[in-house]
């Protein structure tokens, strides 16, 4: 079942690729099954992205991040989950090691739709702060391990937000981002549409008149490819069922369409055309 989440992934998959960093969705980080919804991971090769969204500017080795759609609340608890998986991977990587790790080989972020209310009052009952960095970016602080919090729907809606718009919690932001992010594998835009559908099912009031343009943009995104590539995983019998049989035989030569029949069939077939002629 597609959600929020996996949506949310695929489309940062897109963001970095080709790039010097590699995504991973809903990483394993422990023996015992726990997921961590997205880790950025620098590679050797790949292009180096110019401008990052805001909030991702200083990516490091290994970046995790957790990740709230409209209707759940990033809280405190969420943020000790995500240091939860902080170590977990830690000792993933080096399971002899991980204590020795160095701390800025690791970025965390708290990525929430919504500003996290709930979060800002926990940390001023323990004499804490949520400071912000810039308009829609704050961090906070679990001992010495910096945690980036970017909230979505404050982000500003500039060319290089265009991918956090499209999760902005609102149709003004969805509407930037489908106009303004260029998707680096053109078949992913085909997301818009799921995305779409989530937010009407939020409750979000979205235009009618999206639908109509995202069925567009997905037509005009599959000719780009070769029909093999389009056709590609679809049954022939599905394929032809789309055709009436005068479509499926025109031009075909005679010996073509009577390839494979026997010899009684065809002259069953032929007695028969005997009888009908004058």
Same mark, same amino acid.
């Given at each position: 079942?597609?959600?929020?989440?996996?949506?949310?992934?695929?489309?940062?998959?897109?963001?970095?690729?080709?790039?010097?960093?590699?995504?991973?969705?809903?990483?394993?980080?422990?023996?015992?099954?726990?997921?961590?919804?997205?880790?950025?991971?620098?590679?050797?090769?790949?292009?180096?992205?110019?401008?990052?969204?805001?909030?991702?500017?200083?990516?490091?080795?290994?970046?995790?991040?957790?990740?709230?759609?409209?209707?759940?609340?990033?809280?405190?608890?969420?943020?000790?989950?995500?240091?939860?998986?902080?170590?977990?991977?830690?000792?993933?990587?080096?399971?002899?090691?991980?204590?020795?790790?160095?701390?800025?080989?690791?970025?965390?972020?708290?990525?929430?739709?919504?500003?996290?209310?709930?979060?800002?009052?926990?940390?001023?009952?323990?004499?804490?702060?949520?400071?912000?960095?810039?308009?829609?970016?704050?961090?906070?602080?679990?001992?010495?391990?910096?945690?980036?919090?970017?909230?979505?729907?404050?982000?500003?809606?500039?060319?290089?937000?265009?991918?956090?718009?499209?999760?902005?919690?609102?149709?003004?932001?969805?509407?930037?981002?489908?106009?303004?992010?260029?998707?680096?594998?053109?078949?992913?835009?085909?997301?818009?549409?799921?995305?779409?559908?989530?937010?009407?099912?939020?409750?979000?009031?979205?235009?009618?008149?999206?639908?109509?343009?995202?069925?567009?943009?997905?037509? !005009?995104? %599959? +000719?780009? &490819?070769?029909? @093999?590539? /389009? $056709?590609? =995983?679809? *049954?022939?019998? !599905?394929? %032809? +069922?789309? &055709?009436?049989? @005068?479509? /499926? $035989?025109? =031009?075909? *030569?005679?010996? !073509?369409? %009577?390839?494979?029949?026997?010899? @009684?069939?065809?002259?069953?077939?032929?007695?028969?055309?005997?009888?009908?002629?004058?």
């Amino acid at each position: 079942m597609i959600d929020w989440h996996h949506l949310f992934g695929w489309t940062l998959t897109d963001y970095f690729r080709n790039s010097n960093y590699r995504v991973d969705l809903e990483k394993d980080v422990s023996k015992k099954p726990q997921r961590l919804d997205v880790i950025i991971i620098e590679e050797s090769d790949g292009q180096a992205i110019q401008e990052l969204p805001d909030g991702l500017e200083d990516l490091s080795k290994h970046n995790l991040l957790s990740y709230k759609s409209l209707q759940e609340p990033m809280d405190t608890l969420a943020l000790l989950e995500l240091f939860g998986h902080y170590v977990n991977y830690r000792k993933l990587i080096d399971p002899d090691n991980w204590e020795d790790l160095p701390l800025e080989a690791f970025r965390l972020y708290a990525v929430s739709t919504r500003y996290p209310q709930k979060i800002n009052r926990e940390l001023k009952k323990n004499s804490q702060v949520l400071k912000q960095i810039k308009q829609g970016v704050y961090e906070t602080f679990y001992g010495n391990q910096p945690v980036r919090v970017i909230v979505l729907n404050q982000i500003p809606p500039t060319t290089k937000n265009a991918v956090w718009q499209l999760f902005s919690g609102n149709a003004e932001g969805f509407q930037f981002g489908q106009e303004n992010y260029q998707w680096r594998y053109p078949p992913a835009i085909a997301t818009l549409k799921s995305l779409f559908q989530l937010y009407q099912t939020e409750g979000v009031n979205m235009e009618p008149s999206y639908e109509a343009f995202l069925q567009e943009c997905v037509r !005009e995104t %599959l +000719e780009i &490819f070769p029909l @093999e590539e /389009r $056709l590609k =995983g679809i *049954p022939p019998k !599905e394929v %032809l +069922e789309q &055709f009436s049989v @005068e479509d /499926r $035989l025109r =031009g075909l *030569p005679v010996e !073509e369409r %009577l390839r494979g029949l026997p010899p @009684e069939v065809l002259e069953k077939q032929l007695a028969k055309l005997r009888q009908k002629s004058p």
